[in-house]
């Protein structure tokens, strides 16, 4: 799988956008991108992927670059809750289950603040 | 919506004991990954099942087996433990949909497992 570089930490401003970035110079033309976040000590929770297109849902929206070498997701409006741990994780799209797992690297630490 | 169940959710076992972790994923869901997170650190893969088989391996020590039953839960079973082996431990499941094609996996609340 690509590997993927994410900045440590990121502050935001409650009611503002948050908007997190992240490199996968290296990913391939069959690798998605996923989101997950981490609020402290939870199990991680899937925000969105996708592969070429941009995507959005209630959560956040995803834009990934024309090359596809980066992608940033957004997050409209964020609120104290959304304060957590952010993984950007390139993800092979395989045929059968199992074999595609996540592989975590070092996310973005997100801070909202009042 | 029924989520991934893991239990127990907090364990303490002393030095050289056996622990058994058990995740029970969202029903319908045929692929099943473990994950092994320190303090401080990330999540890290140790072993995947997909309709029972197991589908891929990670930095899982010899210590560590696993397996998935008929009913697609399954266990994590840790023998021999060590402090280093104090972590929070979870699981996550994806749908059958398509063979696991383009599908996000569900995480569960983990098992915290402290060895003393």
């Known amino acids: 799988d690509a590997k993927t570089t994410q900045p440590p930490s990121m502050d935001c401003a409650e009611g503002r956008a948050a908007n997190l970035p992240c490199n996968h110079s290296?990913?391939?033309?069959?690798?998605?991108v996923y989101w997950y976040r981490q609020i402290h000590s939870q199990g991680p929770q899937y925000i969105i992927h996708?592969?070429?297109n941009n995507e959005t849902n209630e959560m956040a929206s995803l834009i990934i670059t024309e090359d596809r070498k980066s992608s940033t997701l957004i997050l409209p409006h964020a609120t104290l809750r959304d304060t957590a741990v952010y993984y950007c994780?390139?993800?092979?799209?395989?045929?059968?289950?199992?074999?595609?797992?996540?592989?975590f690297g070092t996310g973005t630490q997100l801070k909202v603040e009042l | 919506a029924a989520g991934v169940i893991q239990s127990p959710r907090h364990l303490i076992k002393e030095k050289r004991e056996t622990a058994t972790l058990k995740c029970y994923p969202i029903p319908r869901h045929d692929t099943v990954y473990w994950y092994q997170q320190g303090p401080g650190q990330d999540p890290q893969f140790l072993i995947s099942f997909y309709e029972k088989m197991q589908s891929d391996k990670g930095s899982i020590p010899d210590r560590f087996s696993a397996q998935q039953f008929s009913d697609y839960h399954s266990e994590l079973n840790m023998s021999s433990l060590e402090l280093g082996d104090s972590a929070l431990y979870f699981c996550a499941s994806s749908p059958a949909f398509g063979g696991g094609w383009n599908t996000e996996a569900f995480f569960g609340q983990g098992t915290r497992l402290t060895v003393v």
């Open positions: 290296t990913i391939s033309g069959n690798e998605y």
């Open positions: 994780i390139v993800r092979v799209a395989g045929l059968t289950g199992g074999g595609n797992k996540l592989t």
């Open positions: 996708g592969l070429k």
